[in-house]
């Protein structure tokens, strides 16, 4: 079964959550016969964010189905807040994510000079002891 739950509507703040973005999203999955669309967003759109209107597509495309999911950046010393602020939301997923090792923030094409300071084996253990740690302290999430 074909299934995309991490898609990002808003993108980096480039798109709107609204009616036609999502529908775009939705015909795009149906005609590649998705059988389950997740609508999932950096957690620093939430505000942005209508699960409502989520809901009301869901019933207008009930061949399809609608989820909503969040993308939260984990940072270790952000635990007691991922879990204050978003465990007691009802998404159908949280995915985990991190884009920082050590303070460094490796995917911004700004701090690209942090690549100097690593090894590369190193890093990659460094970013997977990260995502590991985030599976384990933060009920719910699942890390991509």
């Not at 509507?9 to 973005?21: D, I, L, M, Q, T």
């Not at 939705?26 to 409502?52: K, M, Q, T, W």
């Not at 984990?74 to 303070?103: C, M, N, Q, T």
């Amino acid at each position: 079964m074909f299934v995309d739950l991490h898609t990002h509507p808003v993108a980096h703040g480039e798109s709107k959550f609204s009616r036609e973005n999502l529908e775009r999203y939705i015909i795009a999955a149906i005609n590649h016969n998705c059988r389950e669309l997740g609508f999932s967003d950096h957690d620093v759109y939430l505000p942005e964010l209508d699960f409502g209107l989520v809901q009301e597509l869901q019933r207008k495309y009930p061949q399809l189905k609608l989820l909503t999911g969040l993308e939260v950046d984990y940072r270790p010393e952000s635990v007691a807040e991922i879990r204050k602020r978003f465990e007691p939301l009802d998404f159908d997923y949280l995915i985990g994510s991190v884009h920082e090792v050590s303070g460094w923030i490796f995917d911004d094409p700004d701090h690209l000079e942090g690549y100097q300071e690593w090894q590369g084996d190193d890093l990659y253990a460094a970013y997977f002891a990260t995502v590991a740690e985030a599976e384990t302290k933060v009920e719910k999430l699942v890390c991509a």
